[in-house]
């Protein structure tokens, strides 16, 4: 397994462009299983969750092709001819399960396999379950597997989510653009992701409403068709590559940021000490003088502060002047980097879902292990402000959600490498 290594350093100077959305382009991809007609996604990402949703949707007959250099999703759905989603490769990624919506709309009746938990939590699917149910389909759990079907086809309700998931917003949202009558979405995730979605659903033809807002309503119609859809920028990315000037010093430019994509998480980054400015081809980063200073963060549903940014923040928190509390609200088990960051000479408690950080003057080089995607990528980031060199271990998470990472990182200063095994 590859392993990265870093040697702390000095201010960062440059630019990174921000990829499109890992995200939102998981959700979009089996969205073309909703027509017969073509779906190209233009400003994809290049990354290894995007290969497993094009093995996903080949395995069940669409044809996908990845053109300039993996950046053009080019993907037909003419001929579906295999209604199953197998375990070995929706035990893989859990957005596998994005398919069930769409396959139960076009076909009528879908069998994916139940992808389990992961590393950061139990991930029921309960929520779509429900919302899937409410639409008309019959699911039931066998040998690991949902099988779903809708006899007398989908036809549109109000359902009232739970908990703002996004997964099943999206499962939802796909299934019922195919529905008799209207369906509208309560309490329903608002994620920019979710309004990527509802445009490219828009421009197949599907009338939807209210995506951005907490209640989503959609009018079925009898059928959708081909479109070419640009995919939105990774905040995830965005924000991860933002907290490296934060965390080493100097000045970077995020092209293709917005602040509108993360506005909680540039509040924090304020009260923190950095300075963050919209410019005219992105987001531009400086660290100002003095100290980083503690801040408490709480994970919430967007527009709060993203959970998928929890653990890059930690790592720029573990330097901070004070103590930082942060909440994890989105998943029960996601500290996981905390014990690595301890290892570099972090001081932070864990307690159920809270961390407490009491930031210290520098970490200290060590070897780590990544233990999810994010997690991998705070390691980094806090190793290029350590002193003397980390090892990240087991990164083969890492090329899951960032895509050329040690060249990124590179061209704006920092000294990073990839030793392949
Ligand atoms: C998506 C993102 C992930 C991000 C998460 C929260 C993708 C491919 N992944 O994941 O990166 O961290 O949103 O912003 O877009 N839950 C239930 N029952 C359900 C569904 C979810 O209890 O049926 C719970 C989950 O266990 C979790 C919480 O709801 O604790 C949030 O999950 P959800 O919003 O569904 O996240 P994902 O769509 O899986």
Partial sequence: MDSIIVRGNGPLKGQIPIAGA????????????????????????????????????????AEVSSLQDGKVQAMSSHNI??????????????????????????????????????????????????????LGAEIELKDGYLHAKAVKGLKG???????????ATENIMMAATLAKGTTVINNAAREPEIVDLATCLRAMGAQIEGDGSSSIEIQGVDRLHGATHPVVTDRI?????????????????CLGGKISLLGAFCEKLDAAGIHVEETEKGLKVARRNGRIQAVDVTTEPFPGFPTD???????????????????????????MHAPELTRMGADIEVHGGTATVHGVKRLKGAPVMATDLRASVSLILAAMAAEGETIVNRVYHLDRGYERVEEKLGNIGAHIERVKS
């Fill in 157 to 167: 309700a109000t359902i009232d989510l739970a908990f703002a998931s996004v997964g």
């Fill in 22 to 61: 890992k995200n939102a382009c998981l959700t979009l991809m089996p969205a073309t299983l909703l027509s017969e007609e073509p779906l190209t996604l233009t400003n994809a990402p290049r990354l290894s969750d995007i290969k497993t949703m094009t093995e996903l949707l080949s395995s069940l007959g």
């Fill in 237 to 253: 990315e965005l924000g991860t590559y933002m907290l490296a000037p934060a965390i080493c010093g100097g000045e970077v430019e």
């Fill in 309 to 335: 940014l929890q653990a890059q923040m930690m790592a720029l928190l573990c330097t901070a002047e004070g103590t930082s509390v942060l909440e994890e609200k989105i998943f029960e088990n996601r500290f």
């Fill in 81 to 134: 001819d295999n209604h199953i989603a197998d375990y070995d490769i929706v035990r893989k990624m859990r957005a596998s399960n994005l398919v069930l919506g769409p396959m139960l709309a076009r076909l009528g009746h879908a069998v994916v396999s139940l992808p389990g938990g992961c590393a950061i939590g139990a991930r029921p699917m309960d929520l779509h379950i429900h919302g899937l149910e409410a």
